[in-house]
């Protein structure tokens, strides 16, 4: 009685949110980083996007436009890991510092908020994107590869991973491979994703072993196109977000699904997860005891502090008992 600890949830006070536009101007990511920041309660929100040649040195006119039915007015023409040195320090008369910034980029733009973390907040580590595929014999081959591909689209440094049960799946998919990146627009690119040590396939002994493998690997997405795809799913911890069955192809929670498309890469997926309303929240402990309530627990504190040879700790509950 007279003791009560409540958790009080708060909105980060100002977030820059950054929106890839060099490769591909990803006017989704708008979406991904704004709306959750908003029904966090979110007051300040700033985004930055790369500038394009083309367009008179503005960000992409999709991504003005996304922001623009959004609501938001705070909008910057850069780009790369000089954005996120914006936002962390600020620039005179122009961006006020930010206390967290979120979202996707290229190599570059991950380091910067590696190096910058602390300083302020990030949501994770999200870039170079990859995707793992988990399959066994029941998987299409098309499919398979038409996803891998996908990926493979983003960027020279994207990791595409296939691993299987099926030496005859892999073949297949190999073979599907070359017909379709010689239709698509990025076929350069995604020849030199898919030629890279980040891309492989991984022929494993048993689906036991294929779900050891890409829970260690911890992909931003992984696929799982198995035989009994939602039992297999169930038993993976180490994902950013995991796609279930032929049916649920990465695409879909790029921009519909209704999940995020802002997840850790490079193995952060053990200890990061993708970007949410709760990662735009603090979690504030407030501590309000009565007196009565504190004499209680004196003799508790008063115990702990000379074990820890803090005796003011102890001495700022003593002082209370007199008083």
Do not use: W
């Amino acid at each position: 009685a007279g003791a009560v600890v409540e958790q009080r949830l708060v909105p980060v006070g100002r977030v820059g949110l950054y929106v890839p536009g060099g490769l591909a101007p990803l006017a989704s990511s708008v979406l991904m980083n704004v709306v959750p920041a908003q029904v966090a309660g979110v007051a300040s929100i700033a985004v930055a996007s790369p500038p394009q040649a083309e367009f008179d040195g503005l960000p992409h006119p999709n991504i003005l436009a996304v922001c623009a039915l959004l609501g938001v007015e705070e909008v910057y023409a850069v780009g790369g890991a000089q954005a996120i040195a914006m936002f962390a320090y600020g620039v005179d008369g122009l961006c006020a510092p930010v206390d967290m910034v979120t979202g996707p980029g290229n190599i570059y733009v991950v380091a910067a908020k590696r190096l910058l973390r602390g300083r302020i907040g990030i949501d994770s580590e999200a870039g170079p994107t990859e995707i793992a595929i988990l399959a066994d014999e029941t998987a299409n081959p098309v499919y398979v590869a038409a996803d891998l591909i996908s990926q493979a689209e983003h960027d020279p440094l994207a990791a595409s991973v296939l691993v299987t049960t099926s030496p005859e799946l892999a073949e297949a998919v190999r073979a599907e491979l070359e017909p379709q990146i010689a239709v698509t627009t990025h076929a350069e690119r995604i020849r030199t994703a898919l030629g890279g040590a980040q891309s492989a396939v991984v022929l494993v002994s048993d689906l036991e072993q294929g779900i050891a493998v890409v829970d260690a690997y911890a992909a931003e997405h992984l696929e799982i196109q198995t035989a009994d795809a939602a039992a297999v799913a169930s038993r993976i911890r180490n994902a950013g977000a995991i796609f279930v069955g032929s049916f649920s192809p990465v695409s879909l929670g790029d921009y519909s699904a209704g999940s995020t498309h802002v997840l850790p890469t490079a193995g952060c997926a053990c200890h990061s997860s993708g970007l949410n309303v709760h990662s735009f929240r603090k979690q504030v402990h407030v501590i309000d005891y009565s007196r009565e309530a504190l004499l209680e627990v004196a003799g508790v504190v008063e115990t702990f502090a000379a074990a820890e040879n803090l005796p003011a700790h102890g001495a700022a509950v003593t002082v209370r008992r007199r008083s």
